[in-house]
Structure formats: structure tokens, C-alpha cells
């Protein structure tokens, strides 16, 4: 599967944008997705939020949770994340990618495929 994200920008803080990935290929629904985000100064790509393609279970960080929100749109090999109170510190270039497994609190999991990223920049 090759994945590709867009629907970054900028926005300032309170507003919302809706990234979406892509999938391409007759797989998608053999994987589940996660939201990372790059941040300005940390090496690490953490992990946002993510999705089972099949229970269509959710999981959102902390920092996230109750602004953000992910699905799927299982006919069009697409998975959105639907960011609304946008804060500067969501500020980064966000990167879907399959993830094994979306599952519980996600203390383990692992990545396989990343898409390109998209940059979001929230002003204060």
C-alpha cells in the first residue's frame, strides 16, 4: 500500500482543518492507520491518533482528545483526521502511515508504510 496525506495549512489557533491519507491498492483494509506529527526540534515523529480499519476503533492522545477526531471512509481507501480547536503546539508536519496494531492504550505498536507529510501551522 502507498499512502499519500494533504489538507495541511495555515489557520490560526481555535480554527480547524481536516487532514486527509490515501491509500493506494487493493489492501487497505488488511492495515490500520495512525496520525504522526514532526514537531520543530524533536527527532521523534509522535504519535497522534490512529484507527482499526475493521472495529473502526479509535485512539487519540491526551493532548488531542475531545478536538480531534479520526475516521474512515473504507470505499474510498481514505482515513481523516478532523482537527477542530487547533492550538500552536499542534504546529508540524503530520505523516499517516499503517500501524500494527491500533489497540488499546497504544504502549506498543509498530509502522510499516509512511505517506509524505503535510505541514500544519497554527498561529497565536
Known amino acids: 500500500v502507498q499512502l499519500q496525506a494533504f489538507g495541511g495549512g495555515l489557520v490560526q489557533s481555535g480554527g480547524s482543518l481536516r487532514l486527509s491519507c490515501i491509500a493506494s491498492g487493493s489492501t487497505f483494509s488488511y492495515y490500520d492507520y495512525g496520525w504522526f506529527r514532526e514537531v520543530p526540534g524533536k527527532d521523534d515523529r509522535e504519535l497522534v491518533s490512529?484507527?482499526?480499519?475493521?472495529?473502526?476503533?479509535?485512539y487519540h492522545v491526551d493532548a488531542v482528545k475531545g478536538r480531534f477526531a479520526t475516521s474512515v471512509e473504507k470505499a474510498r481507501n481514505k482515513v481523516y483526521l478532523q482537527m477542530n480547536g487547533l492550538k500552536p503546539e499542534d504546529t508540524g508536519v503530520h505523516y499517516c502511515?499503517?500501524?500494527?496494531?491500533?489497540?488499546?492504550?497504544?504502549?506498543?505498536?509498530?509502522?510499516?508504510?509512511w505517506g509524505q507529510g503535510t505541514q500544519v501551522t497554527v498561529s497565536s
Open positions: 502511515a499503517t500501524v500494527d496494531p491500533c489497540r488499546g492504550d497504544m504502549s506498543y505498536y509498530k509502522t510499516h508504510r
Open positions: 490512529c484507527i482499526d480499519t475493521t472495529s473502526e476503533y479509535t
